[in-house]
C-alpha cells in the first residue's frame, strides 16, 4: 500500500517551510522568512500562506495528515519558546489547534524541531540501524533530539534532547549561529555564522577561536550525555553543524576528551529535511494510534 502523503511544516528562528513529504522523500517545499518579532499569530500566517501556496501547484495527492516541527518546548501542540528573544511571545501558543483550524479540521501533530530531525535521522539517516542516537543540530540556536530503543524519548515534560541549555554558561549562549555572530560583532567583525566560520577555516585568529570555544563547549556537553544516556551515535546538524569546517573543529575537540568518553559523531545525511520528514512520520504514526 502506497504511503501517505504528509503535509510537513517546520518553524525556524529564521525561516519557515512547508513540505508534502511520504516516507523520507520531500515532494515539494515551498520557504518563507519567519516574522519571528510579529508574534506567533504572525507565524502562523505566513505559515499558512506558505503551505497553501505548496498545496495549490498539485504537486502530491492531499495530505492525510500535518506535522509540524516547531523551535521551543512542544507539549499537546502548544508551543514556548525556551529561549524568548529567537521567538517572542510563544508561551503556550496552542499551535496545532490553529493549524487545524487552518486547514479545516486536517489533524496536525506537533513537537519539537531538533526532536523531530532526530526522529527523521533515527528512521531514514544517519542514525537508521542504531539503537540510540542524539541528534544535535547547531543552527540559530542549539536542539537536540534523543531516540533510546528506536523510541523517541521526549521526557516527562517534553524537554529531553534540549542539548542548547546545559551548562553553567548555556551552550545556545556559546555555540549557535546566533552567538558567533553576535561574539564576533563584539570583537569588531560585522559577519553571519558561515562568515565566523569561513574566517576559522582561513585561519584567521579571531574567528579560530570563537569556533575553538564553540566547539570545545558542544564537546563538554556532549561529554555529560554520554555519562547520562551513552549514545551509540551523535548526528550533527544545523546550518553550522553541517559546515565541514565546524564538524572537523567538533572532531579536534574530541581529541582532547578520554577516549572512553567520545561518542562517533557523524553528519545528518537528511540535511535540512530532517525535521520535515520526522515531523511526517510522527504525525503518521500519531494518526494510526487508537
Given at each position: 500500500m502506497a504511503r501517505a502523503t504528509v503535509?510537513?511544516?517546520?518553524?525556524g528562528?529564521?525561516?519557515?517551510?512547508?513540505?508534502?513529504?511520504?516516507?523520507?522523500?520531500?515532494?515539494?517545499?515551498?520557504?518563507?522568512?519567519?516574522?519571528?518579532?510579529s508574534g506567533p499569530e504572525a507565524v502562523v500566517e505566513a505559515l499558512v500562506g506558505a503551505a497553501r501556496r505548496l498545496l495549490e501547484r498539485?504537486?502530491?495527492?492531499?495530505?492525510?495528515?500535518?506535522?509540524?516541527?516547531?523551535?521551543?518546548?512542544?507539549?499537546?501542540?502548544?508551543?514556548?519558546?525556551l529561549s524568548p528573544d529567537l521567538l517572542p511571545g510563544w508561551d503556550g501558543f496552542p499551535l496545532a489547534e490553529r493549524l487545524e483550524a487552518a486547514f479545516f479540521g486536517l489533524p496536525a501533530h506537533a513537537l519539537n524541531?531538533?526532536?523531530?530531525?532526530?526522529?527523521?535521522?533515527?528512521?531514514?539517516?544517519?542514525?537508521?540501524?542504531?539503537?540510540?542516537s542524539l541528534f544535535v543540530t547547531v543552527s540559530t540556536g542549539v536542539g537536540g533530539g534523543l531516540v533510546l530503543a528506536d523510541t523517541l524519548w521526549r521526557g516527562a515534560g517534553g524537554m529531553a534532547g534540549h542539548v542548547g541549555h546545559?551548562?553553567?554558561?548555556?551552550?545556545?549562549?556559546?555555540?549557535?549561529?546566533t552567538a558567533l555572530a553576535e561574539r564576533a560583532a563584539r570583537l569588531g567583525h560585522?559577519?553571519?555564522?558561515?562568515?565566523?566560520?569561513?574566517?576559522?577555516?582561513?585561519?584567521e585568529e579571531w574567528a579560530v577561536g570563537l569556533v575553538t570555544d564553540a566547539a570545545?563547549?558542544?564537546?563538554?556537553?556532549?561529554?555529560?550525555?554520554?555519562?547520562?544516556?551513552?549514545?551509540?551515535?551523535?548526528?550533527?546538524?544545523?546550518?553550522?553543524?553541517?559546515?565541514?569546517?565546524?564538524?572537523?573543529?567538533?572532531?579536534?575537540?574530541?581529541?582532547?576528551?578520554?577516549?572512553?568518553l567520545r561518542t562517533p559523531v557523524v553528519p545528518a545525511a537528511?540535511?535540512?529535511?530532517?525535521?520535515?520528514?520526522?515531523?511526517?512520520?510522527?504525525?503518521?504514526?500519531?494518526?494510526?494510534m487508537p
Open positions: 503535509l510537513a511544516l517546520d518553524i528562528g529564521s525561516k519557515l517551510a512547508a513540505a508534502l513529504v511520504r516516507g523520507a522523500k520531500v515532494l515539494d517545499t515551498e520557504l518563507t522568512p519567519t516574522p519571528a518579532r498539485g504537486q502530491a495527492p492531499a495530505p492525510a495528515v500535518i506535522g509540524v516541527a516547531s523551535a521551543g518546548l512542544v507539549v499537546d501542540g502548544r508551543v514556548r519558546a524541531d531538533a526532536q523531530a530531525a532526530a526522529y527523521g535521522e533515527a528512521r531514514h539517516g544517519a542514525g537508521r540501524g542504531r539503537g540510540s546545559l551548562g553553567r554558561r548555556a551552550l545556545e549562549r556559546v555555540a549557535s549561529g560585522a559577519v553571519d555564522a558561515r562568515a565566523v566560520v569561513a574566517a576559522a577555516e582561513a585561519g570545545t563547549a558542544l564537546v563538554s556537553a556532549l561529554v555529560d550525555v554520554k555519562y547520562l544516556v551513552d549514545p551509540e551515535v551523535i548526528v550533527l546538524g544545523g546550518g553550522v553543524g553541517l559546515n565541514p569546517a565546524f564538524g572537523r573543529a567538533v572532531q579536534l575537540a574530541f581529541e582532547g576528551v578520554a577516549e572512553s537528511l540535511g535540512a529535511a530532517a525535521g520535515l520528514v520526522g515531523a511526517a512520520a510522527w504525525a503518521l504514526e500519531r494518526r494510526s
